[in-house]
């Protein structure tokens, strides 16, 4: 069975002190791996999408890589405003299997 | 481009009652997705569409729970009866076609709390 696994479940940084998420996984076959963030009440929101191992997409302070077992999250100088619970899926083939997030809060 | 729409944003009902969630997927998408997201068990896939046809339901609960998407601009995920345990944040999604080029697009879901 497909599972996706996230660590740490919640993470405190204080604003400029850079870090990383971990997104780890087991697929039959990766097609694609997601990362969303999701604000309170709301819905997940699209960030990136990496398809092959070393691939690495960036946006603004964000970078994500992707190895053949996992990827990562890397959050640079971050902001109170880039507080919130950040998702990791993959893609089968079939279905998205989605990982239960990493709660990120950003003191100022 | 307006988003994925759901309607309504929170529902309280009572054990026993029905419950109808609405979607508006986006225009020109032509898959649909009704997951459930829980603190336990995250985000569960429940039914998708693919140009208003089922295609896997196999997520969903048991027999409580339909979903219908009457066209391509509609959908509803109904609970009846509905119990304690389905309280929850059903959101919707959509997508312009099933595959990894083509993330979801998630409404901001309907809270639902049955008391």
């Known amino acids: 069975e497909d599972q996706v696994t996230q660590s740490p479940e919640a993470l405190r940084l204080q604003e400029g002190e850079s870090s990383s998420l971990n997104c780890s996984y087991t697929?039959?076959?990766?097609?694609?791996l997601f990362w969303y963030r999701q604000d309170p009440g709301k819905g997940p929101e699209f960030l990136f999408t990496?398809?092959?191992a070393g691939e690495e997409k960036e946006k603004e302070r964000l970078k994500a890589t992707l190895t053949k077992k996992e990827s990562f999250l890397h959050i640079t100088a971050p902001k109170p405003e880039d507080s919130a619970t950040y998702l990791c899926?993959?893609?089968?083939?079939?279905?998205?299997?989605f990982g239960p997030g990493t709660r990120l809060s950003v003191l100022p | 481009d307006a988003g994925v729409i759901q309607s309504p944003r929170h529902e309280v009902t009572e054990m026993g009652q029905e419950v109808t969630l609405r979607c508006k997927p986006i225009?020109?998408?032509?898959?649909l997705f009704w997951y459930r997201q829980t603190m336990m068990r995250g985000l569960e896939l429940l039914i998708y569409?693919?140009?208003?046809?089922?295609?896997?339901d196999s997520g969903m609960p048991e027999d409580r729970f339909s979903a219908k998407m009457p066209n391509a601009s509609f959908s509803t995920l109904k609970i009846q009866p509905s119990e304690p345990r389905d309280s929850a944040v059903y959101f919707c999604?959509?997508?312009?076609?099933?595959?990894?080029?083509?993330?979801?697009?998630f409404g901001n879901g309907t809270r639902l709390t049955v008391t």
């Open positions: 899926a993959v893609y089968n083939g079939q279905n998205f299997v």
């Open positions: 569409f693919n140009n208003n046809v089922p295609i896997d």
């Open positions: 999604a959509s997508s312009l076609y099933l595959g990894s080029s083509s993330p979801l697009h």
């Open positions: 697929v039959s076959g990766l097609r694609g």
């Open positions: 990496l398809y092959s």
């Open positions: 225009s020109g998408h032509d898959y």
